[in-house]
């Protein structure tokens, strides 16, 4: 791991960077994650592929490895795939983020009846962010239950990183077009797209150009990885270096099958320019959050 220490010290060396913001990691309960992990291992119907997890170490070594990258802030996205489950997670979560300050402490919902108190609970005791999972979870985000709920994470401005896209399988609510339907009702929410959209990035683009709080993170864009599958139209990238005050840095540790080095060397060989790097690793974050 020296090796790529060393890479990602470079990376922000060179930027003149403090450190990085990583909007989009994964921390949860332990046999969830195992759960995930043996997803991921099976090849499973959201992936259909071989997918190694480069990460797989016990969460004190995984909180290490990022904090010797640099990483400067981070999150625990977690979330629920039935009913029942995310007011447990969203316990859970508050607990890591008492211990682990540098983690932006993480929320998560499911349409369920009593999702709008548990949200606003999460938001009372801190949140600072919430994931929602439109293709694990399998929900249509315009379910009526859910509409309180967005209302509410408008009113307060917190940010909700949400896997909306069809990649790297469609869901039955995967897509532009349902949670196109939120923002029409809630202008003001400030959603974070995950993966760029992947692979609907152009039609993610037009929402970002349409609503003033859309924003876009990385997450296994342009990586040698997702570009031998969905790859980023290079049309759209003008648009993309357009939005570089929206584009947040995520990566997806510690699911992801290459090292982290590689997702910041996908976003540098775009020749983007160094302010549009610096912006996306660090100061898009620290704006958003106030950090």
Not at 74 to 95: D, I, Q, R, V
Not at 194 to 210: D, I, K, N, Q, S
């Amino acid at each position: 791991m020296g090796d790529e220490r060393d890479d990602v010290v470079r990376f922000r060396q060179r930027l003149g960077l403090p450190g990085l913001i990583d909007v989009h990691t994964h921390f949860m309960p332990e046999r969830v994650l195992r759960k995930v992990w043996a997803y991921f291992d099976s090849a499973g119907p959201l992936t259909g592929m071989e997918w190694p997890i480069t990460y797989r170490h016990e969460e004190e070594e995984r909180l290490a490895l990022l904090r010797s990258f640099g990483v400067l802030r981070f999150t625990s996205m977690l979330y629920p795939h039935k009913p029942a489950m995310a007011a447990w997670l969203n316990g859970w979560s508050a607990e890591f983020a008492a211990r682990t300050p540098d983690c932006l402490h993480t929320a998560t919902f499911f349409p369920e009846p009593d999702a709008e108190r548990y949200v606003r609970e999460a938001v009372e005791a801190g949140a600072r962010v919430f994931k929602a999972h439109l293709q694990v979870g399998g929900y249509d985000p315009n379910d009526p239950l859910l509409d309180p709920v967005w209302g509410l994470l408008a009113e307060a401005g917190v940010p909700v990183v949400t896997h909306c896209g069809s990649g790297p399988a469609p869901g039955r609510h995967t897509g532009p077009d349902p949670i196109a339907g939120v923002l029409a009702r809630h202008p003001r929410l400030p959603l974070i797209v995950a993966h760029l959209g992947m692979p609907e990035y152009a039609e993610f683009l037009t929402l970002a150009e349409r609503y003033s709080g859309v924003r876009l993170d990385t997450t296994m864009a342009f990586t040698d990885f997702t570009e031998d599958f969905m790859p980023f139209p290079e049309a759209e990238l003008p648009r993309l270096a357009d939005l570089g005050d929206r584009v947040l840095l995520g990566t997806d540790f510690p699911n992801i099958p290459y090292p982290y080095a590689h997702q910041l060397e996908a976003l540098e060989r775009l020749g983007l320019g160094d302010d549009w790097l610096r912006a996306v690793c660090h100061d898009n974050a620290k704006a958003l959050f106030g950090l």
